[in-house]
Nanobody
Framework: QVQLVESGGGLVQAGGSLRLSCAAS????????IGWYRQATGKQRELVAS???????NYADSVKGRFTISRDNAKNTVYLQMNSLKPEDTAVYYC???????????????WGQGTQVTVSS
């Protein structure tokens, strides 16, 4: 079992910055992808950024150049640095872990509880 706990959300003015943290506990297999998703009121959940166990990153077009995802394996934590925030970034941000063992055709998917990010204009 894997537990994910997000923190760092809050209220910030447009143009400001926040850093979200996703702290993981439990067994995460060696092959894994940690993703930050967000869901705004009345909209579908969307992928914001992801990082693999090998360090490869991926970003939604809407956040490229503004957000940076990183991981600190010693602390079992993934971060999302959000700069130049816009009102349209307002959403609940969720941490996701997708993981599997090599050569085993079974994947596991875990979600955190979410943290609210509100960007005022």
């Amino acid at each position: 079992q894997v537990q994910l706990v997000e923190s760092g959300g809050g209220l910030v003015q447009a143009g400001g910055s926040l850093r979200l943290s996703c702290a993981a506990s439990g067994t995460i297999f060696s092959i894994n992808t940690i993703g930050w998703y967000r869901q705004a009121t009345g909209k579908q959940r969307e992928l914001v950024a992801s990082i693999t166990s090998s360090g490869s990153t991926n970003y939604a077009d809407s956040v490229k150049g503004r957000f940076t995802i990183s991981r600190d394996n010693a602390k079992n934590t993934v971060y999302l640095q959000m700069n130049s925030l816009k009102p349209e970034d307002t959403a609940v941000y969720y941490c996701n872990c997708n993981t599997r063992r090599r050569s085993v055709p079974v994947t596991y998917d875990y979600w955190g509880q979410g943290t609210q990010v509100t960007v005022s204009s």
